[in-house]
């Protein structure tokens, strides 16, 4: 086991995670990678009629893409023998009640408070029933949920983002732990999973500050002692909306889909929102190094996708080629000149897939565009004999300087426009070896279109 920090992620498995939902995941990941400790992907799966299995591998599958592998992995589904032990020592404690109300009957009594000007608190009022009032409504039918009571006291603990913090439980309704039908809600189980795992800390979105009272009250009722927590700021989308599984807005099947680095959906997923500037890493170890959850800002950041684009591109063209060379054999593109065909085009790429116009540029037929017959033709008569490596390009061109007085775009844009068909692209030294002579040769040679 262990003796390094563990920590967990607890997606719900009813839609597919986003944006939101990684930066959640990756603060968690890398926290322990930093600190040699453990990762647990736990899915909150007990509402049964919403978690779908496809969606708990999709989850898994996301990650994966993003470069978080779990070391331990569990569903909440399969542990409800845990919950109902844990449910009975608190019942045992006095600490778990009936209560009976149905949802109208509570949200006439919100109202009524809230026209009275107090705070719509639950009042207790299944605490005052006698047993005979108990029986009686469970002859009629009555099947009751199960609340846990709090105690009027005010929380407090040193948050690992938003430093001290506290919350007054006495501001706060007695949360609903099971349902009439016996099914658990959130709370309960998570708790339960965060003992029996030995989880350390528990880093998660600023949503569940509330939530941290209750559940370090829950903590010392079941086990004497709650893990540290961590409420890190939120993402929205550019126009500054939330994030929502519904919708699939910014979800992370959908920037893999769309070419996306996974290393740059990272960067920017932790980075943004916080002291450290947005930019390019080459592994998810260098990211791990500059992650401070101290350094968190503690308003919503905004997730552009626009800005994504460019940091994907930035990170394609300071990538070596072992750590694409796989996805490059994918596209077609392997062998021994492989490398120098990385080399030559990355910092051109937008998407790792564009590789693939580059190699039919390169290796495939182009429709060379003729701007300057007569120069194409001496440009022609002058290409360099022998091998040819980066330093072909610069004794070519140096040539036909001295012999033409031509420079700059003068003398390179019309050799581009016949060597590639295109009126950008990646610099010609890395590309000409790429191309041979005998094509460069062909390619200055055709004919006007």
Same mark, same amino acid.
């Given at each position: 086991? &262990?003796?390094?920090?563990? !920590?967990?992620?607890a997606?719900?498995?009813t839609?597919?995670i986003?944006?939101?939902?990684? /930066?959640?995941? *990756?603060?968690?990941w890398?926290?322990?990678?930093?600190?040699?400790?453990?990762?647990i992907?736990?899915?909150?799966?007990?509402?049964?009629?919403?978690?779908?299995a =496809?969606?708990?591998?999709a989850i898994?599958?996301d990650?994966?893409w993003?470069?978080?592998?779990?070391?331990?992995? #569990?569903?909440?589904?399969?542990?409800?023998?845990?919950?109902?032990?844990?449910?009975?020592? *608190?019942?045992?404690?006095?600490?778990?009640?009936?209560?009976?109300?149905?949802?109208?009957? %509570?949200?006439?009594?919100?109202?009524?408070?809230?026209? %009275?000007?107090?705070?719509p608190?639950?009042?207790?009022?299944?605490? #005052?029933?006698?047993?005979a009032?108990?029986?009686a409504?469970e002859?009629?039918g009555?099947?009751?949920?199960?609340r846990f009571?709090?105690e009027?006291?005010t929380?407090r603990?040193?948050?690992?983002?938003?430093?001290?913090s506290?919350?007054d439980?006495?501001?706060?309704?007695?949360p609903v732990? /099971?349902?009439?039908? +016996?099914?658990?809600?959130?709370?309960l189980?998570?708790?339960?999973d965060?003992?029996?795992?030995? !989880?350390?800390?528990v880093?998660?979105?600023?949503?569940?500050?509330?939530?941290?009272?209750?559940?370090?009250?829950?903590?010392?009722?079941?086990?004497?002692a709650?893990? $540290?927590f961590?409420?890190h700021?939120l993402l929205?989308?550019?126009? +500054?909306?939330?994030?929502?599984? #519904?919708? +699939?807005? @910014?979800?992370v099947a959908?920037? $893999?889909?769309?070419g !996306?680095e996974p290393?740059a959906?990272?960067?920017?997923?932790?980075? !943004?929102?916080s002291a450290?500037?947005?930019r390019?890493?080459?592994?998810?170890?260098?990211?791990?190094?500059?992650?401070?959850?101290?350094?968190?800002?503690?308003?919503?950041?905004?997730?552009?996708?626009?800005?994504?684009?460019?940091?994907?591109a930035r990170?394609?063209?300071?990538?070596?080629y072992?750590?694409?060379?796989? $996805?490059? =054999?994918?596209?077609g593109i392997?062998?021994s000149?492989?490398?120098?065909?990385w @080399?030559?085009v990355?910092?051109?790429?937008? /998407?790792?897939?564009?590789?693939?116009?580059?190699?039919?540029?390169?290796?495939g =037929?182009?429709?060379?565009?003729?701007?300057?017959?007569e120069?194409?033709e001496?440009?022609?008569?002058?290409?360099p004999q022998?091998?040819?490596d980066?330093?072909?390009?610069?004794?070519?061109?140096?040539? @036909?300087?001295? *012999? &033409?007085? /031509?420079?700059?775009?003068?003398?390179?844009?019309?050799?581009? %426009?016949?060597?590639?068909?295109? =009126?950008a692209?990646?610099?010609?030294a890395?590309?000409?070896?790429?191309i +041979?002579?005998?094509?460069? @040769?062909?390619?200055?040679?055709?004919p006007s279109?």
């Open positions: 086991m &262990t003796s390094g920090p563990i !920590v967990r992620f997606p719900s498995p839609g597919r986003h944006i939101g939902n990684a /930066r959640t995941a *990756l603060l968690n890398l926290y322990v990678r930093r600190r040699g400790g453990r990762f992907l736990r899915f909150d799966d007990t509402d049964l009629e919403r978690s779908k =496809e969606y708990a591998e898994e599958k990650l994966a993003l470069g978080v592998a779990p070391d331990l992995v #569990r569903r909440q589904s399969e542990r409800m023998a845990a919950y109902d032990a844990a449910a009975e020592t *608190l019942k045992a404690q006095g600490r778990l009640y009936p209560a009976y109300e149905t949802a109208e009957e %509570l949200d006439r009594r919100r109202k009524r408070q809230q026209a %009275l000007g107090r705070p608190v639950y009042d207790r009022a299944a605490l #005052r029933l006698s047993d009032e108990r029986a409504l002859a009629s009555r099947k009751p949920h199960w009571r709090l009027p006291t929380v603990w040193d948050d690992m983002v938003r430093g001290e506290h919350v439980s006495a501001s706060l309704s007695d732990l /099971r349902r009439e039908d +016996g099914s658990y809600l959130y709370t189980p998570s708790v339960v965060d003992i029996e795992f030995g !989880v350390t800390h880093i998660r979105g600023e949503d569940h500050v509330t939530n941290t009272g209750v559940q370090i009250q829950m903590f010392e009722a079941l086990a004497g709650a893990p $540290r961590g409420h700021n929205t989308d550019a126009g +500054g909306e939330g994030l929502s599984k #519904r919708t +699939g807005a @910014l979800s959908a920037l $893999r889909e769309n !996306v290393l959906v990272a960067a920017l997923a932790v980075l !943004v929102g450290e500037a947005v390019p890493v080459a592994s998810l170890d260098e990211l791990a190094a500059i992650v401070d959850l101290s350094h968190l800002s503690h308003g919503a950041a905004r997730f552009d996708e626009a800005e994504l684009d460019a940091l994907s990170t394609l063209h300071h990538m070596p072992e750590a694409v060379a796989g $996805r490059l =054999e994918a596209l392997a062998g000149g492989a490398e120098a065909f @080399l030559a990355r910092g051109n790429l937008a /998407r790792l897939d564009d590789a693939s116009i580059w190699r039919q540029v390169i290796g =037929e182009i429709a060379p565009i003729v701007e300057d017959r120069f194409l001496l440009a022609a008569s002058r290409l022998g091998a040819w980066q330093s072909t390009w610069a004794a070519w061109t140096k040539e @036909l300087k001295a *012999l &033409t007085g /031509r420079k700059g775009r003068e003398l390179f844009h019309p050799l581009r %426009l016949a060597l590639t068909g295109r =009126e692209g990646p610099e010609l890395g590309l000409l070896p790429l +041979g002579r005998a094509k460069a @040769l062909a390619r200055l040679s055709a279109a």
